[in-house]
């Protein structure tokens, strides 16, 4: 069983930063891998980084040099927005897989006014 809490969400404006945490009940290197997922109102749930363990990060297109996710501690990943559009708004999930069962946290509200 893995619980994952996010933190770090709020209101900013457009060209802002805000910086999400997730922190894991667990060890975060008996995952491969972490991510953090957005749904925007009305969409599907959007992939957005993913961290692995060997230090590789991979990105969307949408959010390439303006995200960065990093590993902060043993049970604690972060991702590091700048730039924020309103199109970034969303809530932000954090992600995992252990033995084959997915693992979300609740999620924490990022809203981008203009």
């Known amino acids: 069983q893995v619980q994952l809490v996010e933190s770090g969400g709020g209101l900013v404006q457009a060209g802002g930063s805000l910086r999400l945490s997730c922190s894991a009940s667990r060890n975060i290197f008996v995952f491969n891998s972490m991510g953090w997922y957005r749904q925007a109102p009305g969409k599907q749930r959007e992939v957005v980084a993913e961290?692995?363990?060997?230090?590789?990060a991979n990105y969307a297109d949408s959010v390439k040099g303006r995200f960065t996710t990093s590993r902060e501690n043993a049970n604690t990943v972060s991702i590091l927005m700048n730039s924020l559009k309103p199109e970034d708004t969303g809530v932000y999930y954090c992600?995992?897989?252990?033995?084959?069962?997915?693992?979300w946290g609740k999620g924490t509200l990022v809203t981008v006014s203009s």
């Open positions: 992600h995992t897989k252990l033995a084959g069962l997915d693992y």
């Open positions: 961290i692995t363990w060997g230090g590789r």
